[in-house]
């Protein structure tokens, strides 16, 4: 089955307000799907060595990149019994790439490289283009882990689907 569509963390991201769809857990089914897998046990929240899944309000897991990295163990998906969370349904655990906001620091003129000095997959460069290098995020290497997302002093990393799969859109 497919991966959940969401739009809304774009919408997030850029300050405009839309229904949102949870980011949930990597290899977690297509949210109306996964809505009806999940029991809402937290299962996957206990197991995450990384300590990066929340509940929502309804109990179900969603992965929370502010709390830190996605590994990509597979413990969440191990534990899910219902199979709400299914590497069989996917040879991605999810679509999401990160893409930084206009309040990222060097936009402004202010010299900042957290999120690269983060990055396990090298996906964030600092081009010497300007007198203030920007960030760009090769969207090849990037895993939509997280990492970068929580060390962004002005909040300005968010996780979007990739573009080249919109049907499989994810947000948080
Ligand atoms: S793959 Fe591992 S680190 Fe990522 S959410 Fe699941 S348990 Fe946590
Ligand atoms: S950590 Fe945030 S502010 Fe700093 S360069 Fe990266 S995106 Fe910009
Ligand atoms: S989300 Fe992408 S750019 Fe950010 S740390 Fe992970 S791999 Fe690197």
Redesign the pocket.
């Known amino acids: 089955m497919a991966r959940g569509p969401d739009p809304s963390r774009r919408a997030l991201l850029f300050g405009r307000r839309a229904a949102v769809a949870p980011l949930r ?2 290899w977690a089914l297509h949210e109306n799907d996964f809505l009806d897998a999940c029991t809402a046990c937290g299962a ?1 929240v206990d ?4 300590r ?2 929340a509940r929502d309000a309804g109990g179900r897991p969603v ?1 929370d990149p502010r709390l830190g990295e ?8 191990h534990a899910c019994t219902p199979r709400a969370l299914d590497r069989a349904s996917s040879d991605e ?1 999810w679509t999401l790439k990160a893409l930084v906001a206009d309040s990222c620091l060097p936009r402004r003129g202010v010299v900042c490289s957290s999120c690269r000095d983060v990055c396990p997959e090298r996906a964030i460069a600092f081009p010497l283009t300007a007198r203030v290098p920007l960030p760009t995020i090769d969207p090849a290497r990037c895993t939509g882990c997280g990492a970068c997302v929580g060390v962004c002093p002005t909040q300005a990393i968010a996780l979007s689907a990739c573009a080249a799969h919109p049907e499989r859109t994810e947000t948080a």
């Open positions: 857990p990597p996957c197991r995450c060595p990384e990066v899944l992965f996605c590994t990509f163990c597979g413990e969440c998906e655990p």
